[in-house]
C-alpha cells in the first residue's frame, strides 16, 4: 500500500499516458479493440452527467479537503463550479446562480448522514443597469463604484441528527465576493481584489468565493482518435488557461470532528436549484473525484447526482463491476483485475483501514479524510500510493495526482497488479498560493498588450470615435479589459491563438 512506485519510463509507458487520458475524460465506448467514442462526461466532474452538463452554474467540479499546511489545527475545504470558463467570456461573466444553494455536508461519524451543512447563498447587485460593462472603469477594491456587476453571499451552518435539523446558525452575511477576473487594464491589481475576499469568522474559521484558476490537471485529448492517432497529443493539461468559481472554507478541526478519538470525517458537496414552485432539489453531488464519471454508467449518472450517500447501496455493482478496468483491456490488452473488485469498495466507499475509515462505518460515497494526520513537509503527488498519507484518497490535496493514482488502483494496484500509468500531465499550470484559499489566481480576460494612454486607444479604435470628447476618452481607457477597448486585444490574441494550435510534448 506504502510502497514506493518506479516511475521510471518502462515498456509499458506510452500504453499508460493513453490509458490514463481515458480515465480522466470519463466513460468511454468500445467498438472493437481499437475505437473510442465519448460518453457525456468531461474530466473531474466537469459536465460528468447529461442534465448538468447543460446548468454549469449548478455543476460541482472538483472537491477538496486537506488539513491546513500552514495552519494544521484547521481543515480546509475547497468546492469548484462552473466548469471551462473561458477567462474572455465577457460582457457577462461568471456568477454564482442566485437560485442555487451551495452546500458543503460533512459526515463526523460514518453514518452515511451530513452532520454538518455549510450552506452558501448568493445574491447580486447592479449599480448601473444602463450599461452593458461587468465594470465601468478600473477597480481598485470589491467596493470601488466602477465594478458594475457585484455578488455578495450569505454563509449558515446547519447541524442535523439523523436527517433532521437541530440547529440553524447564519455565520456570516454580505460577504463580498472576488469578481471575475476581466483583464489587467480593468483589474491591475487582481491579488488585491483576492485578499479583500478573504472573510474571517469569529471562531477563527475563514471563507472565501471568487473565480480561480481550475486547479485540477489532466491530458482530455484522448477523444481526438486516440491522442491524435500518433500520440502526437499526449501530455498537455487540457485545462491550462480556464477558470472556475471557488467556494473555500477553513475551520477549526474540532468544529467538524465528532470527537478527538474519531477524527476521521467524510465530506461531499452538493447543489440545490430552486424550481418553479419555489422548491429545491439537488441536481449536483460530489465527493471523491472521478467517480460519477468513470465508475457510474450513463443510467445512473443523473441519479447519483439527485442521490444522498445513504442510499449508494443501489450504485454497489458499478464500484465491485466496474466497466473501465475491462475496456482497457479489450483495448490495450491489459488484464483485468478479477472480480468482485472489494478493493475498490474501500477506497470509493468505505475509506482505507487503520487510515481514513471511520469505525462502524456504513459504505458510502464520501471524500474520507483523517484530521489527525499531520501536513507533509514534502507533499508527493500520489499521496497514500507514495507512503504520503497526508493525501489522496485520505482526503484530497491541490497537488494530488488523482488521475494517476485512481487509475494504478483502478488497474490493481492495491491487489497485487503494480503499475506504472500515468497521463504524462503530472502537475497543474499554475503555483498553488501558500496561504488561504491556496488556488491559484485566475487567467485574466486580456492577456495581450494593454493600451498606455486613452489617446493610444482612441487612435485604434479608429474613425469610429472622433467625435469622442476629453472627458469620454478616460473611460474608453479604463473600460478597455471589459468592454469595447477589447478590440485591441484581437491581434495578440490571434498570434497567442497561434501558438497554442502547435503539438505540446511533456516529458515527465
Known sequence: MTAAISKSGTGRKGVATLICGALAAGALTAAGVVVLAPGAAQASSHREAPLISGTPQYD????YAFVSPDHPDTTTIIANVIPFQEPGGGPNFYQF????QYDIRIDNNGDAKEELVFRYTFKTNVKNRKSFLYNTGVVDSLYDPDL???QTYDLELIKEKNGKVVHDTKLADDVPVAPSNVGKA?????????DQAIYKLSNGAKTFAGQADDPFFADLRVFDLLYGGDLSEVGNDTLKGYNVNTIALQVPNDMIVEAKHQPIVGVWTTTQRKNAQGYYSQVSRLGSPLVNEVVNPLKDKDKFNASQPKDDGQFLKNVTNPELPKLIEAIFKIKAPAEPRN?????????VKGLNQPPYVTPSEELRLNTSIKPAASPKRLGVLDGDNAGFPNGRRLTDDVIDASLQVVEGELVGSKNDLGDAVDKNDKNFEKYFPYVALPTEGSRGKTAKSGADVKSALGDGLTGATSENTPLIAASAGAGAAGILLIGGGLMWWRRMQRPSYRRH
Open 97 to 100: 446562480a442566485e437560485d442555487a
Open 148 to 150: 458594475n456587476v457585484t
Open 60 to 63: 460541482n467540479t472538483d472537491l
Open 343 to 351: 478493493d475498490l469498495v474501500d477506497v470509493f466507499l468505505k475509506g
Open 186 to 194: 480593468s483589474m491591475p491589481k487582481y491579488s488585491k481584489l483576492r
